[in-house]
C-alpha cells in the first residue's frame, strides 16, 4: 500500500498534488537538492524523485516523490498518480485563495478515493510573500484540523519548513509491527 521494506527502513511512495503553480516541484527540489531556481520552467510530464531522511529513533524512511503537471490539467488522470501512495502532499499558495479552494477539492478527492490511512498534509507554500497572502493562517490550519491532516506553511525560496514538512509526515507514517 505504498509503504514497504521493515520496520526500521520504510519506503513510501509520495505524491504532490495542487494547482500548477503553487510551488509543488519547487518544494520537491529545495527538499532533495537544497536548491530555488526561480527560472525553472513549468514541469512537463512527470518527474520522479527520492529522498531518505533518518529520524530520531534510527528509523530511515525513503521517500519516492511523485511531482507530474498531468493531474492539474486532467483531472481523471489522478487517480493512477495517487495509487498506491501512502503520503499526499496538497499544496496551495498563500497569495491565492483559488489555489487553496482547488486544495479543498483534493483532501475530499482523497479521503474519498485514496489509499485507507494515507497521510494528508495541507502546505501553505510562498510564505515568504507575506504582504501578498490572501489564505491566513487560521483558515488553512482550520481546515486542517478539521479534516484531521497536519498542516504547516512553507517557503521553497526561503527553505522555511520544507525539512520539517517531511519530517512531520515522516513521524506520522503508520509503522509495520516488529
Ligand atoms: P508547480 O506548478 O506547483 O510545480 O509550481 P513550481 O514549483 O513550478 O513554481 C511555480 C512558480 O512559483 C515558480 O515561478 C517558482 O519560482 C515560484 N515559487 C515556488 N515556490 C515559491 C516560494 O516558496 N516563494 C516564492 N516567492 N515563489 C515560489
Ligand atoms: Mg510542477
Known amino acids: 500500500n505504498g509503504g514497504a521494506a521493515d520496520a526500521k ?9 495542487g494547482d500548477s503553480g503553487v510551488g509543488k516541484s519547487c518544494i520537491v527540489l529545495r527538499f532533495v537538492r537544497g536548491q530555488f531556481d526561480p527560472t525553472s520552467k513549468v514541469t512537463v510530464g512527470a518527474s520522479f524523485l527520492s529522498q531518505t531522511i533518518a529520524l530520531q529513533d534510527s528509523t530511515t524512511v525513503k521517500f519516492e516523490i511523485w511531482d507530474t503537471a498531468g ?3 486532467y483531472a481523471a488522470l489522478a487517480p493512477l498518480y495517487y495509487r498506491g501512495a501512502a503520503v499526499a502532499v496538497i499544496v496551495y ?12 477539492y483534493w ?3 482523497l479521503q474519498k478515493h485514496g489509499t485507507p490511512d494515507i497521510v494528508l498534509a495541507l502546505v501553505g507554500n510562498k510564505a515568504d510573500l507575506h504582504e501578498k497572502r490572501e489564505v491566513s ?10 479534516n484531521g491532516m497536519f498542516f504547516i506553511e512553507t517557503s521553497a525560496k526561503t527553505a522555511d519548513n520544507i525539512n520539517l514538512l517531511f519530517e512531520e509526515i515522516a513521524k506520522r507514517l503508520p509503522r509495520p509491527a516488529l
Open 9 to 17: 527502513n520504510l519506503r513510501v511512495k509520495l505524491v504532490l498534488l
Open 71 to 73: 493531474q492539474e490539467r
Open 93 to 104: 499558495d498563500i497569495t491565492s485563495p483559488e489555489s487553496f479552494n482547488k486544495a479543498q
Open 107 to 109: 483532501v475530499k478527492e
Open 137 to 146: 493562517v487560521q483558515d488553512g490550519m482550520g481546515y486542517a484540523e478539521k
